[in-house]
């Protein structure tokens, strides 16, 4: 029988608890109880873990579940919740599986049927979108983007003409190259928030035009994480009706002069018609 108290640890059950992005005034009261409560706790990076811990004095048996152990781990900390036990996923900062490994745990919890449940609190793509003064009412969250440079071209091409605002993360050695590529792709007017040290002592939020937001990191350095809110374009259905008008051959064609190879011109085309790319590929090698 379920306990009448709202905020007393189940066992057997997975809580997903946000932890601060930096300043560990934002730790909720709830997030302390069940960390405290639990009977372990999963990290990303139980060194990060064990200091914030530490700072609240608690003392909790720790492992590490990250994604290059996800698989194996994943399964270990399935079988102690299936044996009655109760785990405390957290992340290095922020909300659990929000462009991280917590969504494979997640969903294999969810086949086997082992409850899950979230602790709320610090998300550092909802604190920039409140703060970027751009649309929130409409958004959509990319993360990281893809480092293979195809597959990030192919990423950014399908996202030229999205409408909602958009929500990235990004390294301080990545953003020059991202904010090129930004440009490349967007636009020199398109604007963009650039938040970093989100609730730190050095928090800043720069709002600008791509085009200046290129001209000013090539005189300043960027410094500590960021999260981009870059806004979203217009045009959408025109622009599709267009290329919806043109036959695949054209279409190909088309992608060939914005700069794709013709391989990876017709691998759009496929997948952007629902059809096996050797029929595109056919089209311009007949006898």
Do not use: W
């Not at 990060?48 to 609240?56: D, S």
């Not at 793509?125 to 751009?134: E, F, K, V």
């Not at 217009?234 to 700069?259: C, F, H, R, W």
């Not at 794709?260 to 006898?287: C, H, Q, T, W």
């Amino acid at each position: 029988m379920r306990s009448e108290e709202k905020n007393k640890i189940e066992g057997g059950t997975l809580y997903l608890v946000a932890t601060p992005i930096g300043n560990l005034s934002d730790m909720s009261e709830r997030a302390l109880k069940v960390l405290s409560d639990v009977d372990f706790i999963a990290a990303e990076d139980t060194r990060n873990t064990l200091r914030m811990l530490t700072h609240f004095g608690i003392s909790k048996p720790l492992i590490s579940y990250f994604e290059h152990n996800k698989a194996e781990r994943g399964e270990q900390i399935a079988q102690r919740l299936e044996g009655g036990e109760s785990c405390a996923l957290v992340t290095d900062a922020g909300t659990p599986a929000i462009s991280d490994p917590g969504e494979d745990i997640v969903r294999l919890c969810a086949l086997k049927g082992i409850p899950v449940t979230s602790v709320p609190g610090a998300c550092a793509g909802i604190c920039a979108l409140t703060l970027s003064a751009l649309p929130t009412a409409r958004f959509c969250f990319e993360g990281f983007l893809p480092q293979k440079k195809s597959d990030r071209r192919d990423r950014l091409q399908e996202l030229a003409y999205e409408r909602r605002t958009m929500i990235f993360h990004e390294a301080p050695h990545k953003l020059r190259d991202t904010l090129n590529d930004f440009y490349d792709s967007f636009g020199a007017d398109r604007r963009i928030s650039l938040c970093r040290e989100l609730t730190k002592l050095n928090e800043e939020v720069l709002r600008l035009t791509l085009a200046e937001a290129v001209a000013y990191y090539k005189e300043h350095e960027p410094r500590g994480e960021y999260v981009l809110v870059l806004q979203g374009g217009e045009g959408t259905k025109s622009v599709n009706a267009e290329i919806d008008m043109l036959t695949p051959q054209e279409q190909v064609e088309l992608y060939v002069e914005q700069g794709l190879s013709k391989m990876d011109a017709i691998k759009k085309v496929a997948k952007e018609r629902g059809v096996p790319k050797n029929d595109i590929y056919k089209l311009f090698n007949k006898d």
